[in-house]
């Protein structure tokens, strides 16, 4: 049981660090440790309540004004995709599911990164940005990942840094909050899971606060390396974690 505790705080330390410098990244950073000792469901649960936290802490600590009419779309998709990705874990299988997205990340970020000129997505509009929040309800319900694909969206849309992090971070607080009410709502979340939760609120508050305090000292080239660069390493780390198990299975 000691044991356990460790892996919980320093996955909840490490990305709660990550979480309040570059605005999200808590369920993949965590699920990185974590998935090596507990069980997905348990992980999951973990992960959307230390990122709802780091989300609660980094809001008040790193306020950012943001235009309406960009979050909007964001927001409305998102709400859309929470209860089915809250439907779709227990039926999901992680393993594959880390792969692909693992495999996603691995490829397209180092490419974004090398780039010194990205063409901007210009196309879309409100439906595209709505689009990318409802991926991002989805993989908020199935386990906190609700910032990956609106932060690509927002990197190829070339937002601003502070724009950018206005919307991710508005964007994945509202979705945690709702994803984890919902779980809370289904009975998802028994009595045993709650000193856990405690154990991850506690850990995650001062990494999170010194992630923020280095974010307003950071220029904008460096927050979008920062991103890009933490996205790749998040990708890797899926990888690491559920090729193994993959190929257990063959």
Same mark, same amino acid.
């Given at each position: 049981?000691?044991?356990?505790?460790?892996?919980?705080?320093?996955?909840?330390?490490?990305?709660?660090?990550?979480?309040?410098?570059? @605005?999200?990244?808590?369920?993949?950073? %965590?699920?990185?440790?974590?998935?090596?000792?507990?069980?997905?469901?348990?992980?999951?649960?973990?992960?959307? *309540?230390?990122?709802?936290?780091?989300?609660?802490?980094?809001?008040?600590?790193?306020?950012?004004? *943001?235009?309406?009419?960009?979050?909007?779309?964001?927001?409305? @998709?998102?709400?859309?995709?929470?209860? *089915?990705?809250?439907?779709?874990?227990?039926?999901?299988?992680?393993?594959?599911?880390?792969?692909?997205?693992?495999?996603?990340?691995?490829?397209?970020?180092?490419?974004?990164?090398?780039?010194?000129?990205?063409?901007?997505?210009?196309?879309?509009?409100?439906? #595209?940005?709505? !689009?990318?929040?409802?991926?991002?309800?989805?993989?908020? @319900?199935? @386990?906190?990942?609700?910032?990956?694909?609106?932060?690509?969206?927002?990197?190829?849309?070339?937002?601003?840094?502070?724009?950018?992090?206005?919307?991710?971070?508005?964007?994945?607080?509202?979705?945690?909050?709702? /994803?984890?009410?919902?779980?809370?709502?289904?009975?998802? !979340?028994?009595?045993?899971?709650?000193?856990?939760? #405690?154990?991850?609120? /506690?850990?995650? %508050?001062?990494?999170?606060?010194?992630?923020?305090?280095?974010?307003?000292?950071?220029?904008?080239?460096?927050?979008?390396?920062?991103?890009?660069?933490?996205?790749?390493?998040?990708?890797?780390?899926?990888? %690491?974690?559920?090729?193994?198990?993959?190929?257990?299975?063959?």
């Amino acid at each position: 049981m000691q044991a356990l505790y460790v892996y919980v705080i320093v996955g909840a330390v490490l990305a709660g660090f990550v979480q309040g410098l570059s @605005g999200f990244a808590f369920g993949m950073v %965590a699920m990185s440790v974590w998935a090596w000792t507990l069980e997905p469901q348990l992980a999951a649960v973990l992960a959307l *309540f230390g990122a709802l936290t780091g989300q609660v802490i980094a809001a008040l600590t790193v306020r950012r004004t *943001f235009d309406k009419r960009i979050l909007l779309p964001f927001v409305l @998709g998102g709400l859309v995709g929470v209860p *089915f990705g809250v439907w779709l874990l227990p039926h999901l299988d992680i393993v594959l599911f880390k792969v692909c997205l693992g495999t996603l990340l691995v490829l397209w970020c180092p490419a974004m990164l090398m780039s010194q000129h990205l063409p901007k997505i210009t196309f879309g509009g409100r439906a #595209a940005d709505g !689009i990318a929040g409802a991926i991002g309800g989805v993989m908020a @319900g199935i @386990g906190g990942f609700s910032g990956v694909v609106p932060t690509l969206w927002c990197t190829l849309r070339g937002f601003q840094r502070d724009t950018q992090r206005a919307v991710i971070q508005n964007f994945n607080l509202s979705m945690l909050a709702v /994803a984890f009410a919902v779980h809370v709502a289904s009975g998802s !979340i028994g009595r045993s899971v709650v000193p856990l939760l #405690a154990l991850v609120a /506690a850990a995650v %508050a001062v990494p999170v606060l010194l992630g923020a305090r280095l974010y307003i000292g950071i220029s904008e080239a460096a927050f979008r390396k920062i991103v890009l660069s933490l996205l790749t390493l998040s990708g890797v780390a899926m990888l %690491a974690s559920a090729v193994p198990a993959l190929l257990q299975r063959s």
